[in-house]
């Protein structure tokens, strides 16, 4: 189990303020086979790359790798961890993704950690914000990361009859 960090929380204003800046590294994940082999399972994808240790052996990788959705599914729980809280939201969703890129393979075994830079804060209606994340993915003892996506997420404010900044 990973430790929780202390959470920060921002008003909208204040989180918009700090646009191109590095605000959160969740800890670090293992992404054994055991996880791997759920995914595939879960997913329906059995491609002897992810689940077949012998044979994924004899492959460029040298044994068995997780695959680029869970990698990516993983965000998450990493985001939940790392990103700050908005003040005043309810809830908030995954919006979905502008850009996605697998850059490397993350073998059996790693260890992997997301890293998020605020992009953009912006109000797509009354009471409803839009946040776009620079995110990536680590791999533990690797320079290149597993993965970078451009990740948006939408978040609803609690209306008090004030008017919400337009950021």
């Known amino acids: 189990m ?13 989180l918009a303020a700090r646009t191109g800046k590095e605000l959160g590294v969740s800890s670090w994940y293992l992404i ?6 759920a995914f595939a399972e879960v997913t329906q994808d059995h491609q002897f790359i992810h689940v077949d240790p012998v044979r994924a052996q ?3 990788f040298g044994g068995t790798i997780a695959h680029g959705f869970l990698t990516l599914s993983l965000l998450s729980v990493m985001g ?6 908005i003040e005043g939201a309810q809830m908030g969703i995954n919006y979905g993704f502008d850009r996605v890129r697998f850059l490397s ?8 950690r997301g890293r998020f830079v605020l992009s953009r804060v912006s109000q797509a209606r009354p009471g409803e914000i839009d946040i776009a994340w620079a995110a ?8 290149r990361p597993a993965l970078k996506a451009d ?5 609803y404010l609690v209306q008090t009859g004030k008017e919400q900044s337009a950021c």
């Open 2 to 14: 990973n430790p929780a960090p202390e959470l920060r929380s921002y008003s909208v204003d204040a």
């Open 32 to 37: 054994d086979q055991a996880r791997i082999d």
């Open 58 to 60: 004899k492959t460029p």
């Open 80 to 85: 939940q961890e790392a990103q700050p809280t």
């Open 105 to 112: 393979p993350v073998k059996a075994g790693s260890r992997v």
């Open 136 to 143: 990536s993915v680590e791999i533990e003892g690797e320079e």
């Open 151 to 155: 990740w948006l997420n939408r978040f």
